[in-house]
């Protein structure tokens, strides 16, 4: 069998209902020549094996008996496919444009200088009345994780994803990589994804703590890992007190609890932190800066 061209890439734990759905929802894709799917289940509990392997036999299933954690799955089916490009996918999230992957092939193929696709994604438990946007694809600062796309020569091109940030930032740190290696990572919003999140419910969620904690310190590790060092020491006293200024003293003392583990974390990983360093210059920093923002968030237009 020759390599495929697409590989459609799915990181899971313990949730099978969301993969479940996920997995029906894109399956009709690959029935198409040269696309693969592989799925790393990371030491669940639930079945997700099983079920996968009884259910999905044409997906390719990847396994570990105890968690090695996202990153660590996502950099090992990156660093293995044989495919041209890599759509990471969230174990909850689906494609809503149906002719997905025809989209991504050719805008690779007329740009480039394109390491990385950021598909426009819409966060939310019931898929949008109105799904099609006016939006042109641009040129953008980084990209989220629940669904882009690589192309895998610009992959190669760059460090990994850091195991030590855990969770969050890893697309910033890939972002910032490309940047400094000359690759460009593009808005494409032509490809709609439906991220079946409930983002506001997440504030009441018992791991908001967790979350806000490896939110904070991975945008403080990005600081010291890519910031000239003449910025760091505003960035993070402008990043601290606007915690403290919509949070802890709104009575959000959850938020306070986060922000001095994040400074912990930030402490005793700063040796990894100064190893890692890949500054930019002053010169890059500014063109940087001048790019448009992830972007994150679509919204249909009523």
């Known amino acids: 069998m020759s390599d495929p061209t ?16 996920t997995l029906e929802k894109i399956k009709y894709l690959l029935k198409e020549d040269g696309v693969e799917c592989v799925v790393f289940e990371d030491g669940s509990t639930d079945g997700t094996y099983e079920y996968v392997k009884e259910n ?36 909850d999230a689906h494609f809503v444009t149906e002719n997905t992957l025809e989209l991504i092939r050719r805008h690779f193929e007329e740009n480039p200088a394109c390491g990385l696709l950021a ?6 438990l ?22 882009h796309v690589w192309r ?49 419910g997440r504030r009441v969620n018992d791991d908001y703590t967790i979350r806000l904690r490896r939110s904070l310190r991975s945008g403080w590790y990005l600081f010291f890992l890519f910031y000239p060092l003449e910025k760091v020491p505003r960035k993070m006293a402008y990043s601290l007190w606007m915690q403290f200024k919509l949070k802890v003293f709104k009575g959000d003392f959850k938020a306070l609890q986060a922000i001095f583990l994040a400074v912990f974390d930030l402490v005793w990983n700063m040796p990894k932190v100064l ?17 448009p923002e992830t972007k994150i968030y679509w919204q249909p237009e009523k």
């Open 152 to 200: 895998m020569k610009a992959w190669r091109d760059i460090p990994q994803y850091p195991e030590w940030f855990v969770f969050y930032g890893e697309e910033n740190f890939a972002s910032y990589q490309l940047f400094k290696k000359k690759w460009e990572v593009h808005y494409f919003p032509e490809v709609l994804v439906q991220h079946r999140v409930d983002v506001k």
């Open 119 to 124: 598909l426009r994604i819409f966060w939310g």
């Open 56 to 91: 999905f036999p044409e997906v390719k299933l990847l396994s570990n008996p105890v968690s090695k954690g996202y990153i660590f799955c996502r950099n090992k089916m990156l660093n293995e496919t044989k495919a041209d490009y890599a759509i990471s996918l969230d174990d």
């Open 6 to 21: 697409f590989s459609i890439l799915i990181t899971t734990k313990n949730r099978i209902t969301d993969l479940a759905f």
């Open 126 to 147: 019931q898929e949008p009345e109105i799904i099609f946007s006016n939006e042109r694809f641009q040129r953008v600062q980084g990209f989220v994780g629940c669904a």
């Open 275 to 291: 190893q890692n360093a890949n500054r930019l210059t002053m010169k890059e920093y500014e063109e940087y800066n001048k790019l």
